[in-house]
């Protein structure tokens, strides 16, 4: 029979439709304002006692709040509030009870029932025009971290070739190479094997020059690409672990490009305490571990960093052998025995200082101190009698490590004797992170207000439902009952949209919004070309039913040639496009698939319901052919 | 139904994209774009006034707060003020002027947005702009060239570009800002464009191959005629979607719809009369889009 769906299709739109309605449901339930509470460091764990402070401080200041509860990890709390606007004086007064240790932030707590959550439902994020926030993008200095690493080249080739008591002048060209002079041409011979023994990795070039034989060294691009690399990721943990302390519900930080950091914080205003923080130094400290009858005014007592060791604490002395800026990479690896260590190679400078400070005190112990500044808050009054909050940085020291001196130390040293390779891995971490790392520039940064966020919204909903609107109307008049399929198909597909979006766990954004405006008006071109074509084979004399089959069938192959063309160009905009433009590119693709769906098979299925296996003498369809 | 003669107009048509074209191009080399932050770098500040925003005073106290260069202009409404700094402050300069705002204004100052671009960017996003939209124009041309014929692919194209170019001429001649959603816009009209030019360019193989004895002209003419209405149909309801964001939209996105728009327009007007008049000089004919018989069986007909 035409025009009749076996009924597997019409379970199967049904079925696709019932689970697009599922997945975007969520979305359907407006989050709670809330206070999210979390430890200052990743051990300390969120009592019942600590929530009850904060509670208490919430009462005291008149705001409501329900549901507060302690999550299973006992790693944070989270308190909901009745008012949006109540949130940013919740903050503060909570964050003024528990005092330094907690970090207190705003977050939106979703409500997605649990009979959505257990199946994985999840409302769509926010991006940061929706939600207010900040965004920041840093760009990473590769070419200063080529540059000092390149310097210290120099020193090491000076220093191999003195040790090999060859004559000869090194120093630094203007590329950035290392260039040797050397009197005669067997010299050279011998200096190059010497630098290729030191650092095999550079690339050597001999030039004959007027009586005098030279010898340039230079990165490879594979090393310098290495370094680059490097420095990036190495600025990439680094700011992990601060934006984390930034107490961020959702924070993003996230690689772009060759040498560019986006990180993105919802809900923050303040961009200068966010730079602040993200833009901190933390720093090393090499000391020696004193003797156990040093005089009290030389020594030190420091507590270790690990949470496995807390509470345990050593004497160092208080002269400091190097910091961290003669440190220029440490790197976990293994020893012959298949022992974890960490190579730590220092600059000349500061080879030459820890091999002063080790080579008399071989079996002593040498701590190493991770610097960190950080602030205390303070409430004060000012003149007119305002509390203002002031924040005192301090410097916060403590133990990596005090392993023990085997044998004097130059630039490049290992620390054995780790009980695990993730133990190295974490110590080399912490000891690039207290080195100075390439230095990073903020080159774009954007500080949406929650008032803008929200009104985007509204504009943006309003837009669509306008839009959708407009359309609807229009289709009903042009097209009369199959006008009115395609309007319920083109709902569908909003659905669907909404619920691939969320399934993906994409981004909503202000451009997102209008890519699904567009995704309404262009959908309905499917819808559009299907039902010219069928008025068009009706006026050729076919019967209604041929033409219903007729005009799909034809129609199809246009709708796939002009929506896969049209996908080619969102998925480019996708690729190369950043930021507002990705947030467009994702939503205009995931709605051309959906909408091809909804306005072949989905307007088929209506179609068929409505006209299929039954005699029909004429089709609402409008136009002049149905007259 | 009768068969509209647009070819018959084709000289007319000619004439009118190329004085349209030649517009666009003067006034991109001479007077070329309002670049937006986004391009240019620099600093923008909005805020949102709880009363009617008096620009002159805050020109003053900008202008007495050491912002040389300053542009203050109202957004959207009197109550929303837009200031933007050209490049040379640093990144933190955005929140001390609010702070500034703030001092002189009082607590109905509210901030809307901040942004910070550095002259890195601005250059890169140009070139990665230009790179996307040549990529977008190669890749559819393969396609095009693949699924029909060449000479359709370069119809396309040469559609695909008089679209480009009229609407960037449109933001050249009007002076409205280009940004980044503008440049969006201005990929979307790429897609809508040959979404429209490909439904025509289906509908003239399909003829060449089924109307055996008609003349080039004659089959352009009737496959025009015959997705006139669905190209006008579906401009329409793309113009009022994109109409209500324009109008309910916000500022924010008021640039992007608008260059919808007017791609939109242009891309309908370049379906029926560019596409197809490149096919006509270029002299395709029934023999460019005759199945190859192949080998065998297999063999399709496409005609009923």
Request: a negative charge; proline letters at 3%.
């Amino acid at each position: 029979m035409l025009n009749k769906y076996p009924l597997w299709k019409y379970l199967l739109v049904l079925f696709v439709l019932a689970l697009g309605a599922f997945y975007a449901a969520p979305n359907l339930y407006a989050p709670d304002p809330a206070l999210q509470i979390t430890g200052q460091s990743s051990a300390q764990v969120i009592d019942q006692r600590t929530l009850d402070l904060a509670l208490d401080a919430l009462d005291e200041a008149g705001i409501a709040y329900f549901g507060e509860t302690i999550q299973d990890d006992g790693r944070s709390a989270l308190v909901r509030l009745r008012a949006a606007d109540a949130q940013l004086p919740g903050q503060a007064v909570v964050s003024r009870a528990l005092g330094d240790g907690f970090i207190v932030a705003l977050n939106l707590a979703q409500t997605t029932p649990d009979w959505l959550g257990d199946y994985g439902a999840q409302p769509m994020k926010l991006g940061l025009d929706l939600s207010g926030g900040v965004h920041f993008k840093l760009e990473v200095d590769v070419d200063a971290a080529i540059e000092r690493r390149m310097e210290t080249y120099v020193n090491i080739t000076k220093r191999a070739l003195r040790e090999a008591r060859i004559r000869g002048f090194v120093s630094q060209d203007e590329a950035g190479r290392v260039e040797g002079r050397f009197r005669t041409e067997e010299l050279r011979e011998q200096a190059r094997a010497v630098i290729a023994e030191s650092s095999p990795e550079l690339v050597l070039d001999r030039v004959d020059g007027d009586g005098e034989w030279l010898i340039y060294a230079a990165m490879s691009e594979v090393t310098r690409r290495e370094i680059a690399e490097h420095a990036v990721s190495q600025n990439l943990t680094t700011l992990r672990n601060r934006v984390n302390e930034l107490g961020v519900s959702e924070p993003l930080v996230q690689r772009q490009g060759q040498n560019r950091i986006v990180v993105e914080l919802p809900g923050i205003q303040d961009t200068a305490e966010a730079k602040r923080i993200l833009g901190k130094v933390a720093n090393l400290e090499f000391r020696l571990v004193a003797r156990a009858d040093a005089a009290a005014s030389e020594k030190q007592r420091f507590e270790y960093r690990s949470p496995d060791r807390a509470g345990v604490t050593e004497w160092l002395e208080r002269d400091v052998i190097i910091t961290g800026e003669r440190v220029q990479t440490a790197q976990a690896s293994f020893d012959q025995n298949g022992q974890p260590n960490v190579n730590i190679s220092l600059d000349s400078e500061g080879g030459l200082l820890m091999s002063r400070a080790t080579r008399d005190n071989i079996k002593r112990r040498m701590g190493v101190l991770f610097i960190e500044r950080k602030y205390r808050t303070r409430y004060e009054t000012d003149e007119q009698g305002n509390e203002v909050v002031v924040k005192v940085p301090y410097d916060e020291k403590k133990l990596l490590t005090a392993p023990v001196i085997q044998s004097a130390l130059g630039a490049q040293f290992q620390i054995t004797g780790l009980d695990s390779p993730l133990e190295s891995s974490e110590l080399a971490l912490m000891l690039r992170a207290g080195a100075l790392a390439a230095p990073i520039s903020f080159v774009e940064e954007r500080t949406v207000g929650p008032s803008l966020g929200a009104e985007n919204i509204r504009l943006g909903v309003k837009s669509v439902q306008i839009g959708l609107s407009l359309v609807a109307l229009f289709m009903v008049i042009y097209y009369r009952v199959f006008g009115l399929c395609a309007v319920i198909a083109l709902s569908c597909n909003l659905v669907l949209l909404v619920s691939v979006m969320s399934i993906l766990g994409a981004t909503l954004t202000l451009p997102g919004i209008a890519g699904i405006v567009l995704t309404v008006g262009m959908a309905v071109d499917a819808n559009v070309l299907i039902f010219s074509r069928i008025r068009e084979e009706l006026g050729n004399g076919l019967s209604p039913q041929m033409a219903i089959h007729a005009g799909f069938e034809r129609a199809v192959a246009t709708i796939f040639d002009a929506n896969l063309t049209t996908l080619i160009v969102a998925v480019i905009l996708y690729a190369v496009g950043t930021g507002p433009v990705k947030g467009f590119a994702v939503t205009l693709s995931v709605g051309i698939v959906t909408s091809m769906f909804t306005a072949i098979m989905g307007t088929r299925a209506l179609v068929n319901l409505i006209y299929g296996g039954r005699r029909v003498k004429s089709l609402a369809i409008g136009g002049r052919a149905a007259a | 139904m009768n068969t509209i003669n647009f070819m018959g107009r084709r000289k007319l048509a000619m004439l009118f994209s190329l004085a349209l074209l030649v517009l666009s191009v003067g006034s991109l080399a001479t007077k070329q774009l309002n670049w937006g932050l986004d391009f240019t770098g620099g600093t923008l500040v909005e805020v949102h006034y709880s009363d009617t925003a008096d620009l002159g005073a805050i020109r003053q106290t900008l202008a007495a707060g050491g912002y040389e260069g300053a542009i203050v202009v109202s957004f959207g409404s009197d109550r929303d003020v837009l200031i933007r700094l050209p490049q040379g402050y640093s990144d933190a300069e955005g929140a001390q002027l609010l702070q500034l705002l703030e001092e002189s204004y009082g607590a109905g100052v509210e901030l809307r947005r901040i942004e910070f671009v550095g002259p890195q960017v601005g250059d890169e996003l140009r070139e990665q702009g230009g790179l996307a939209m040549l990529l977008a124009l190669g890749l559819v041309m393969l396609y095009i060239a693949f699924r029909f014929q060449f000479k359709f692919a370069v119809g396309a194209v040469v559609a695909l570009v008089h679209d480009v170019l009229i609407t960037l001429g449109f933001f050249s001649i009007t002076g409205a800002e280009f940004d980044l959603t503008v440049l969006a816009a201005l990929l979307a009209v790429i897609g809508y464009s040959l979404n429209d030019t490909i439904v025509v360019s289906d509908r003239v193989r399909e003829n060449f191959r089924k109307l055996r004895r008609a003349e080039p002209l004659e089959v352009i003419n009737i496959s025009l005629t015959e997705t006139l209405g669905r190209t006008l149909v579906t401009s329409l309801t793309t113009l009022l979607v994109l109409g209500a964001l324009a109008v309910f939209g916000g500022e924010i996105i008021h640039g992007f719809a608008v260059a919808l728009m007017v791609g939109v327009a242009v891309g309908t007007y370049s379906s029926i009369y560019v596409a197809a008049n490149a096919l006509l000089a270029m002299g395709v004919s029934k023999e460019d889009l005759m199945i190859p018989v192949k080998e065998g069986a297999g063999q399709e007909d496409l005609s009923p």
